[in-house]
């Protein structure tokens, strides 16, 4: 893959820098029980506030996101649920030549349309494997869509909480 910078693969195929293996980490494990009700019900506002604007974003900053920040981002994309637990969705963080490729098919296609792909310091693409099977591909397709979703989530959260 040309111009890929790195890959999240949570099905545990490790072929690019930023992929990791590891377990699904219980959800007791993310939440222990000493923590107070208050901080609780201050996160869930949070994500509650997250969810409610979270919205597609045309202006960027100019600094690219960190591995450790996609890492963790791609992380809570493992908690989407899945049927047969087939974690069908990928993510690849796009580099500068797979971005210039992109911005000529954009342009080639629609004219003054390569410009959207500039605005953002970087590019990730999601995907979901496909086994041919009719109602397994439905399913996969919904859930790396969730998947997706959960990634986009967690960033407008993180944003959120950065300003505060």
Not at 35 to 61: C, D, Y
Not at 144 to 153: K, L
């Amino acid at each position: 893959m040309v111009g890929v910078v790195g890959c999240y693969d949570t099905a545990g195929r490790r072929s690019f820098p930023l992929a990791m293996r590891g377990r699904r980490r219980r959800l007791s494990e993310h939440t222990p029980a000493s923590r107070p009700a208050a901080t609780t019900v201050a996160s869930a506002m949070k994500l509650e506030k997250a969810i409610r604007t979270r919205r597609t974003h045309k202006a960027f900053g100019a600094e690219a996101l960190d591995s450790a920040t996609l890492e963790e981002l791609f992380e809570l994309a493992r908690w989407a649920p899945n049927h047969h637990l087939t974690n069908p969705w990928r993510f690849r963080v796009l580099g500068e030549r797979t971005r210039e490729r992109l911005m000529e098919l954009a342009e080639a296609a629609q004219p003054g349309s390569a410009v959207k792909l500039r605005r953002a310091p970087t590019l990730v693409a999601a995907s979901a494997t496909l086994s041919g099977d009719a109602a397994q591909d439905r399913e996969d397709l919904l859930a790396s869509a969730v998947a997706a979703y959960i990634v986009q989530i967690g960033r407008a959260q993180s944003e959120l909480q950065s300003h505060h």
